[in-house]
């Protein structure tokens, strides 16, 4: 299957400071990316839609300018959780779709906001 | 795509025995499905997918099937081993495009 990567795998800040996550699809280029947040024992929450070229897509609910979202490529999204507080902890995920729309996840990162 | 924050539904079963996951989808025009496997403090794996002109699909040890009428999807894993303890999820596409929409997903637990 197609492989996406995600950095860092894990990392802990300062309350409000600014964090970088990136997303990369490693053998298939992806028009579109997803990110998603997961609460522990909880189901994945989709954040918003990241488009090459273009402005992301947020869901209701999301705040775009605390989640900032740049398409660079097409292999690479990037997620910045700026001024990050102790709520922001949480686990977030990329997927990829492939051209036959099968998404495919990165290994997740861990944030954690002290 | 989109997905629904909820407490996960848990099923438990003894190591060896065959464990059946179920799904309900919500849009009868969704023409791909897939299983997703998810173990702890990882990523969403892809575990096997169908498409909607089969009702059946086998791969090693998963078998999907899926009811149109009822709309309902299921994953059964034979001989479920500790390693298949994970939250596993489905995910309907609709109308062949990116737009993915997943479970609440189920807990699974082996008891060995």
């Known amino acids: 299957g197609a492989v996406v990567s995600q950095h860092p795998s894990w990392v802990i800040c300062k309350s409000g400071t600014s964090v970088k996550i990136e997303c990369r699809s490693l053998?298939?280029?992806?028009?579109?990316m997803f990110w998603y947040r997961q609460f522990p024992k909880q189901s994945l929450m989709l954040m918003a839609t990241?488009?090459?070229?273009?402005?992301?897509?947020?869901e209701q609910g999301v705040e775009k300018d605390k989640f900032l979202i740049n398409h660079a490529s097409l292999t690479l999204s990037t997620l910045t959780v700026t001024s990050a507080h102790p709520e922001d902890s949480s686990f977030y995920i990329c997927?990829?779709?492939?051209?036959?729309?099968?998404?495919?996840f990165g290994p997740g990162t861990r944030l954690t906001v002290l | 795509g989109e997905s629904v924050g909820l407490h996960l539904p848990t099923l438990s079963v003894q190591e060896g025995d065959n464990s059946i996951i179920n799904c309900a989808y919500s849009?009868?025009?969704?023409?791909?499905f897939i299983w997703y496997k998810q173990e702890s403090g990882k990523g969403p794996q892809f575990i096997i997918d169908?498409?909607?002109?089969?009702d059946k699909r086998q791969g090693q040890r998963v078998t999907v099937l899926l009811n149109k009428t009822v709309k309902h999807l299921s994953l059964q894993i034979a001989a479920t081993q500790p390693g298949d303890s994970a939250v596993y999820f489905c995910?309907?596409?609709?109308?062949?495009?990116?737009?993915?929409?997943f479970g609440a997903g189920t807990r699974l637990t082996v008891k060995p």
């Open positions: 997927s990829a779709p492939t051209s036959g729309h099968t998404q495919y």
């Open positions: 053998d298939f280029q992806a028009t579109t």
């Open positions: 990241s488009n090459e070229g273009s402005k992301a897509t947020y």
């Open positions: 849009n009868s025009a969704s023409d791909y």
């Open positions: 169908i498409r909607s002109n089969m």
């Open positions: 995910a309907e596409n609709l109308n062949n495009n990116n737009d993915m929409r």
